[in-house]
């Protein structure tokens, strides 16, 4: 599947609430997510513009697992990439799996994301510690043949909120590292 998705610092998180309402946007849930993310022992993820994580999001009394790989930007106007996920039973076991195979952790990232549907997009509201709010607008695809008519109604959707800056190509964990240098 091909993710197409636009990211945006949000200067006005209350304003961008109302406006999603506003718009026809759907609450869906709120959930905390926790980003392990690795390298590779045969090339830098950070040259190749790869991701390697395993994302855990607790639900209930137990958890939900997700490996991901998220492959090389393939737009160069938005965080459009192919993404395949895996659900997985246990963290610690594919984290040793990972680190056998000459996977090395690298970054942890934590946020709170509330969720909203519109239309056939999904909406979300990041809150990351240290870096503020963001908002992300996407649609999975199921190749890339639409992708710059998917990415401008993305840009509609923004421009309906009243965003029309502030656009970021650039992912949570580089943005953290960028940070810390």
Same mark, same amino acid.
């Given at each position: 599947m091909i993710e197409v998705e636009i990211?945006?610092?949000l200067y006005s998180k209350m304003e961008t609430l109302n406006n999603i309402k506003k718009i026809g946007g759907v609450y869906s849930h709120t959930e905390k997510q926790h980003d392990i993310? %690795? =390298?590779?022992?045969?090339?830098n993820y950070k040259d190749t513009d790869e991701a390697l994580r395993i994302r855990v999001i607790p639900k209930d009394d137990d958890f939900e697992r997700i490996l991901t790989y998220k492959g090389p930007?393939?737009?160069?106007?938005?965080?459009?990439?192919?993404e395949i996920e895996v659900q997985i039973e246990d963290t610690e076991k594919m984290t040793d799996i990972l680190?056998?195979?000459?996977?090395?952790p690298t970054a942890v990232v934590d946020k709170v994301?509330?969720? %909203? =549907?519109y239309e056939d997009y999904i909406i979300t509201l990041d809150k990351l510690e240290g870096l503020g709010y963001y908002m992300e607008i996407e649609y999975v695809a199921e190749d890339d043949?639409?992708?710059e008519e998917i990415r401008d109604n993305i840009i509609k959707v923004f421009e309906k909120l009243g965003i029309t800056d502030g656009f970021e190509r650039t992912?949570?964990?580089e943005l953290l590292e960028q940070q810390q240098t």
């Open positions: 990211k945006a610092k993310y %690795f =390298n590779a022992p045969h090339k930007k393939i737009d160069s106007k938005s965080k459009t990439r192919e680190i056998n195979l000459g996977f090395k994301r509330r969720i %909203f =549907n043949s639409d992708i992912s949570y964990l």
